[in-house]
């Protein structure tokens, strides 16, 4: 696994820190991406775009929530996301 930079792994953790909201991996990625030689704005660049594309996501499931609720529309129970045969309480 080295086809990859120090630098261009450090930019992919961070995202994927981002993605996942984990503050640890934040809170590492950022200073050992700094002494890879990326400057605070490159580091800021790749925030922004990890946090860009989780938002898709996020919205999408926002709207699909408000869209059932105000339509009254009743989920296709065939599937669940969970693997729960019973909805959440």
Do not use: W
């Not at 086809?3 to 640890?24: K, M, Q, T, Y």
Request: glycine content about 8%; hydrophobic content about 35%.
């Amino acid at each position: 696994m080295n086809e990859l930079s120090p630098r261009e792994r450090e930019l992919v953790a961070i995202g994927a820190a981002i993605g996942s909201n984990c503050v640890p991996c934040v809170e590492y990625h950022i200073p050992v991406a700094r002494k890879t030689g990326l400057t605070d704005a490159q580091i800021g660049e790749a925030i922004e775009l990890a946090n860009k594309v989780k938002q898709v996501p996020a919205s999408n499931v926002y709207e699909t929530a408000r869209q059932l609720v105000s339509v009254g529309s009743q989920p296709d129970k065939s599937g669940s996301c969970c693997g729960a045969s019973e909805p959440h309480a």
